[in-house]
């Protein structure tokens, strides 16, 4: 990345979501202190990459959009204290919950606007979402990505914890169109058990087009540690296969692994974050997946050499 989007992207908070150790070094550690957030909650309608609109809701935060297509992103230090003021311009009332964090708060009603404060927890990868309307919110796409860093250092996971060159956060979240057709309708005759996606992205975006942004295709150098933090918003598990390159993983769910080993493969289960190192041995280009097959699917078509879908490009 370089420094001008480093900047553009920072603008808001105090890092950007593909930050590389070579910009930041840990004599840039933040104090502890008050970070505002303005998100709003829209409904939209997108053109998937067949064609197809899809009637979707996202959390808005032009200052500080998340990864990708996200529309809302957080990376803090850990004992700032957070402020979101969440504008609601849905038709029915959501809140503001951070998984493991911020639990059963207050609703805000349609129209109006509430301030959620909190403070950032111990270094680490969270996802904030609204928990009013079960699971068709992160399905219609009300959710973000939070990323506490540790406050004395900006270039390893934890204190004291491994360290990092680059790090990257990639959340995984998929959509069924036949439940954003009854959204759309006001129609409340879905039954999410029969949820059944045909569309599935990571940071918002369906391969190839995870390739048109930077902090979407990991950009590494021979030598260098990688830290990638998966998040997923989906009730899917994602096992995640890496071609090319093995990974240490560090943390589930900010839980340390213990026994952790080298592997190509990472299972992410739904509502989890795992949070990986990848060292870089050797130079090349590769896919990094979900091994759930219809995860690389587009609208039920198997497209292009890898498929379509949850794909990322992992190069040096
Ligand atoms: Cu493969």
Do not use: C
Not at 188 to 202: G, K, L, Q, R, W
Not at 278 to 299: D, Q, R, S
């Amino acid at each position: 990345m370089k420094r001008r989007e480093f900047l553009k992207k920072g603008a808001g908070s105090t890092m950007a979501f593909a930050l590389s150790g070579l910009i930041m070094s840990s004599s840039n550690a933040q104090a502890a202190g008050t970070v505002v957030y303005n998100i709003s909650a829209d409904s939209q309608v997108q053109t998937m990459i067949d064609g197809t609109t899809v009637f979707t809701w996202g959390l808005n935060d032009p200052v500080s959009p998340g990864p990708g297509h996200i529309g809302s992103g957080m990376v803090v230090t850990e004992g700032d204290t957070i402020e979101v003021n969440l504008t609601n311009n849905l038709d029915r009332n959501i809140n503001f919950v951070v998984d493991g964090v911020l639990g059963s708060t207050p609703s805000v009603a349609p129209g109006e606007t509430k301030t959620y404060t909190f403070t950032a927890p111990a270094a680490g990868t969270y996802m904030y979402t609204d928990s009013v309307n079960g699971y068709i919110s992160k399905s219609m796409g009300l959710f973000g990505p939070l990323v506490v860093m540790p406050s004395d250092a900006e270039t390893t996971l934890y204190t004291n914890g491994p360290a990092f060159d680059k790090q990257y956060t990639l959340v995984y979240s998929d959509m069924d169109g036949r439940l954003n057709e009854a959204i759309s309708n006001g129609d409340t005759s879905y039954d999410i058990n029969n949820y059944e996606p045909n569309y599935y992205f990571a940071n918002g975006l369906i391969y190839p087009d995870t390739k048109k942004f930077d902090d979407t295709g990991i950009s590494m150098a021979v030598g260098s540690h990688v830290a990638i933090r998966f998040v997923n918003a989906s009730i899917i598990e994602y096992p995640m296969h890496f071609h090319g390159y093995h990974v240490n993983v560090i943390k589930k769910d900010r839980e340390l692994v213990t026994d952790f080993i080298s592997r190509d493969s990472v299972l992410v289960r739904p509502n989890t974050t795992v949070e990986v190192i990848l060292p870089v041995e050797i130079a090349g280009a590769y896919p990094l997946h979900t091994h759930y097959v219809p995860g690389v699917t587009v609208n039920g078509v198997y497209a292009n050499p890898h498929g379509g879908g949850l794909i990322i490009m992992v190069a040096t």
